[in-house]
Structure formats: structure tokens, C-alpha cells
């Protein structure tokens, strides 16, 4: 069993100078980058910007000391800008808060019984669904600054939001528009040109300069408040907490998902095996923390952990490094950042959104099944439609549905055929008697399919039904309970039920429910072989 161990504690035992100029080197560098993301990830969350700096703080130090990766860095992502804004519409950022805690302690309660690995279970159409949904959101929160809009009362919904988009065209501020268009070139072209200075900064330093150069008449940033304040008690009550159960368990999905999916990369780089039951828990411990700050959701974050890996960085004391460097950029920074344009940071998150689309993805699915790809369409368009939630719910329903129905189609049960005169039949060409019939069965024998089992015709010229089950590697109690219909219907014709290489799983069901003991132990054999000559016995 994989033991809760952060690897901070393992990696200092052999630790460098050498090792930590390229952890420190590495943090700083991650923290250039992060910085304008978590600005623009707080603000599209409909918090204030110190918010998400503070989140990536306070997260990457807890989870870089205790986490189960070498290279994670935790932050605010854009995943988390739907259901954050959801909630905080609905229940403020106390209720934010207390989503945060119920999602922190499910994770801590998965790190704790060691169920990292259920989340492999959630099926690859969801996830790319609702990831490619939250990116059209993103978009679409972001169009209001991109083109200098300042409504009154902004629409909640993703229709009406357009609706007021496409109406007040007219009011569209040019001047923000060309600013954003000029930043969203910058950060497509810039890594073909660079790759060791981050987009997002040349962006945001090209813009700011560019809009107090020309005077340009959009809207800044503003002054960002350089100290979180004191933990509070979010003010909550019993109602508020179990409305509030399924938003979190989304949280907890989320966070889940892309910490253990960067950790899993982030491995890949530098040949190293991460705790993700250990990662767990520091991201739910992290994320109770900041739910008393009144922060938002943070987990580790793919780009975060690869630029940290690609710039050298082998072991948790980056992540803490690029907490440190994230509070001096904060303190040193203010009189700057105060004068970023919102258009720039618009076009950031536009860019942000666009990735999240992952279009490569999306064209490989048109040749999967069209049963995944629908699951794909569902999970998108009710994300941005509707909510996440409800979005993760459906998907979640129609791929376990498609999932069984797959597995009953794939399940049958088969009666062996005579070649000449009932005395030789087919597959192996096995000698069967006379008085004997034989079926196999192949597939779970779960209750989509169980019914199969009714296809077994039982016949009163014979003396013995051999079933082959060697092709059913589970059963439930569904078909165990038409097993037992079965041989109640043997016994009252007088037809002994042989059974041959029954699977470990399938035999233990059968034992726990005393259908074994009934039908006799001798009557279980190891092998078709051994059935029919059990089967001889009853001619």
C-alpha cells in the first residue's frame, strides 16, 4: 500500500547547491508567468485580483511541503471560473467558502483511503467536454472587456449575455478592441519566437505601455489591496451546506483531475513517480485554507508544473520559491500591475479559453464511436449552457449507460451445435453425451445483460445442462438471481446444472449466497473437459 509521505521530506534528505540554483531559478521563472494568469483567473471568478495572487501563494507552499509531486505548482486555474462564478452568483463568496471546505475535505477523505485512482474512472468524453465548455464560458465572460462594455447589470445567462453583446455592438470601445486584437497576436506569435520569455508577460508589458504611451482611454486594473486580511468563519447554515454538497463535489473533481493529470506529466519529464494519494490531501488541506481567506479554488496546474520541470526544477522547494516570489512581485510591484489594462488581460483569457477548446482532440473524436462523441457534444453544450455541475451529472449518466449497454451487447450465451447427429459438436469438436447439453456464456453477467440467461433452454429430453462460463468474467446479484430461477427449473425437470470454469469473481458470488452449496460442489469443474465427464455420470 502506497504510503502517505510528502516528497518534500524525501527529496531534501539527498538535497544541493546545485539543485537548489535550479529550483530557485526555476521558481522565479513560474512565477513570472503565473502572476498575470492568476490576476486574470481571479478577476474572470468575479473576485478581486489579490485574490488568486494570494491563492497561488498560500497553495503552492502548502502543497509544495506536503504534496506528493516533485515539480507541482498549485494556482488558480480557469477551469474553476464557471462554478466559482455560479456559486458566488447564488450564495456570495460565503458560499464560495463553504464549497471550498466541503471540497477540501473530500479530497482529504480520498487521499486518506487511498481512492486517488477512482478518478481514471471519470471517462475521457466528460472531461474533455466540460473543459472545452468552460473555455466557450471563458470566452464569453471575457468579451465584455474586450470591447470596453460597462453594463449596469451584466445577464447571467450564456444566451442573453450574447443577445447584449450583439445589441450594444455599438458601444464597443475601438480602442480597447485594438488593444486586445494587438495582445491576442502577441501571445500566438510570441512562442514561435521565444519560448523562455512567457507570452502572457510580453503581452502584458506591450499592452500597459502601449495604452500610457497613447493615452488610450480603457479601463485599468487598478489598485490592488497588498494584504489578505485575517481568516474568517464563512457565515453558513445547515440549508446553505447540503445546497452546496454537489457544487463542491464538482470542486473536488476538478481540483482532482488536473493536479493528478500535471503530476502524471510532470513525472513523465523527470522520471519520477508521484503520491497521488499524498497530492490529495495537500489540495484539499490548501484549498480548506484559502476557503477562510476568502480565495478561490487552486490545484496544480499543467503549464505551471512543466515550465517548472523544463526550467530544472527537481523538487518541492520551487514551489515554495514561487510563493516567495509571487508576495515580492505583489509588494514591489503594486505601483505597475495597478496600471495593466483590462482588454489585455481580456485577451489573455481568450487565448486561455482557446486552449481549453484543444481542437486537436476534438478532430480525433469524430472518428471514435458516435455514442463518445455524443457524450462529448452533451458534456460541452450543458456546460456553457446550463452549469457544470449539471453538465458533469448528465455525462457522467449517459456514459454509464452507454458503458452498459456496450457490455450487454457484447454478452451472450451460445448453445453448442452438433456436426454429426448430436454427437459431436463444434468449437474444440469435444465428444459431448447424449443426454447433455451444453452453453457457454461470454461477458458480465451484470444486470443489463443478465437476462441472456433466459435464452438457456432447458430441455426435458435431457439429463444434464452444462454451462461453460470461462468467457464471463463477472457477475451481479441481478443474474445470480436468474441463475437460481434456472436451476430451480432444472431441478423440477429432473436436469442436474454442471458448471464449468466458472471465473474467481462470478464462483465467490456464487459461494457467498449458498447457490454454490446448492448445486453441489462436485458439480463445479475446473474445465469443459471435466464437466462432460461429470455429465457422463448422469446418462
Known sequence: MERLEPKFFYTITHYSKEQFLKDFISGIIVAIIALPLNIAFALGAGVSPEKGIYAAIIASI??????????????PTGAFIVIT????????????AVAMIIAGIILIFLGLFRLGRLIKFIPSPITTGFTAGIGVTIFTLEVKDFLGLSPEAMPTKFVEKWAYYLSNLDQANIQSVILALVCIVILVVWPKINQKIPNSLVAIVVGTVAAQLLNLDVKLLGEIPKSLGA????????????????PGFTIAILIAMQALLSAVVTDGMINSRSNSNMELIAQGAANV????????????????????????????IAAVVHSIMLFVFL?????????????VLAAILMVV???MLNVKVWISYLKAPKSDFSVL???????????????????????LALFMKRMADVTDVKMWKSIEAGTRYDLDLKEVPSKTTVYEINGPLFFGAADVIKKIAVDEKKNCLVIRMRGAGAIDATAMGYLNDLYEDCKKKN????????NEQPLSLMKKNGFFEKVGAENFCPNIDSALKRAEAFE
Open 62 to 75: 502548502i502543497c509544495g511541503l506536503f504534496g506528493g509531486s516533485r515539480v507541482q505548482i498549485s494556482g
Open 85 to 96: 462564478q455560479s456559486v458566488i452568483a447564488q450564495y456570495g463568496l460565503d458560499g464560495l
Open 231 to 246: 481568516p474568517v468563519l464563512p457565515s453558513t447554515n445547515f440549508q446553505m451546506i447540503i445546497d452546496l454538497v454537489s
Open 289 to 316: 485554507v484559502l476557503a477562510f481567506f476568502g480565495c478561490i479554488p487552486t490545484t496544480g496546474g499543467v503549464a505551471r508544473g512543466v515550465q517548472s520541470a523544463k526550467n530544472g526544477a527537481r523538487t518541492p
Open 331 to 343: 509588494i514591489a510591484l503594486m505601483p505597475l500591475i495597478k496600471l495593466v489594462p483590462l482588454p
Open 353 to 355: 479559453s482557446y486552449n
Open 377 to 399: 457534444i452533451a458534456s460541452c453544450v450543458l456546460t456553457f449552457a446550463f452549469d457544470l455541475v449539471f453538465a458533469i451529472e448528465v455525462g457522467m449518466i449517459m456514459s
Open 495 to 502: 436436469i442436474q446444472l454442471v458448471f464449468s470454469h466458472v
